[in-house]
């Protein structure tokens, strides 16, 4: 049982750069979010979804982009790396149908643009 | 607006012993979701218990309980029976049922267990 799975662990961007974090769940989750965690912040929302084709903003969403095409997979694009983007990325999901459902979190994506 | 506060950025406690970690919150919201997390220090995010505001008994779940005070706005995280393994970064989060989708997280509490 997979979970949450993100891809890759670690990377390294020079300023300008672009990439894309990948995360893919396996749980039928229609919700799916990237969040990012930065030191003495606790974690901020970048972009969620509910559902293929339907996403929204978050707290922090300048600079991300993102897409849902499937219930499984979730990606964030970065199209032009900045030094303010170094951070640890998760990507969390949840059952959306249940009110008391928890966040499930990949292992993060340690990401630094230098 | 939505807060969540943490304001103990690290704590210690012996092994075997009880330790409290402090989460307040802010809402005007009369329905809402609180969460703790654990974060060891390999990276993940690891859910440990959930209140909801309309539970009239405070959650527990194992060596984990949550002391929820909801005219305080208070929702702190109790680990009975300390072990080293539970040695990591703890947040609490809250979710608003007003937002529909967003959780809001604390600054964390470093917990360290000495032997």
């Known amino acids: 049982n997979a979970g949450v799975t993100q891809t890759p662990k670690f990377q390294v961007l020079k300023t300008g750069q672009s990439m894309t974090l990948q995360c893919a769940q396996d749980?039928?989750?229609?919700?799916m979010s990237w969040y990012r965690q930065d030191p003495g912040m606790g974690l901020r929302l970048i972009h969620y979804?509910?559902?293929?084709?339907?996403?929204d903003q978050g707290e922090v969403p300048n600079g991300y982009n993102v897409s849902r095409s499937t219930t499984e997979d979730f990606p964030l694009r970065l199209l032009s790396a900045a030094p303010s983007q170094t951070s640890v990325y998760f990507c969390?999901?949840?059952?959306?149908?249940?009110?008391?459902?928890?966040?499930?979190f990949g292992n993060g994506t340690r990401l630094t643009v230098t | 607006a939505q807060k969540i506060t943490q304001t103990q950025p690290g704590m210690f406690v012996q092994e075997k012993e009880a330790v409290t970690l402090d989460c307040t919150y802010d809402?005007?919201?009369?329905?809402?979701?609180l969460f703790w997390y654990k974060q060891p220090s390999s990276g993940e995010m690891i859910f440990l218990i959930y209140?909801?505001?309309?539970?009239?008994q405070n959650a527990t779940e194992g060596r984990y309980s949550l002391n929820f005070q909801k005219a305080r706005k208070s929702a702190n995280l109790v680990i009975s029976a300390s072990q080293l393994g539970d040695s990591a970064m703890y947040f609490c989060?809250?979710?608003?049922?007003?937002?529909?989708?967003?959780?809001?997280f604390g600054t964390g509490t470093s917990l360290t267990v000495i032997p």
């Open positions: 209140q909801g505001s309309y539970d009239e």
């Open positions: 989060a809250m979710r608003p049922s007003n937002t529909g989708n967003q959780f809001y």
């Open positions: 969390a999901s949840r059952y959306y149908g249940d009110y008391n459902s928890p966040l499930h």
């Open positions: 809402t005007s919201d009369q329905s809402y979701g």
């Open positions: 749980m039928n989750h229609e919700y």
């Open positions: 979804s509910v559902g293929a084709g339907i996403t």
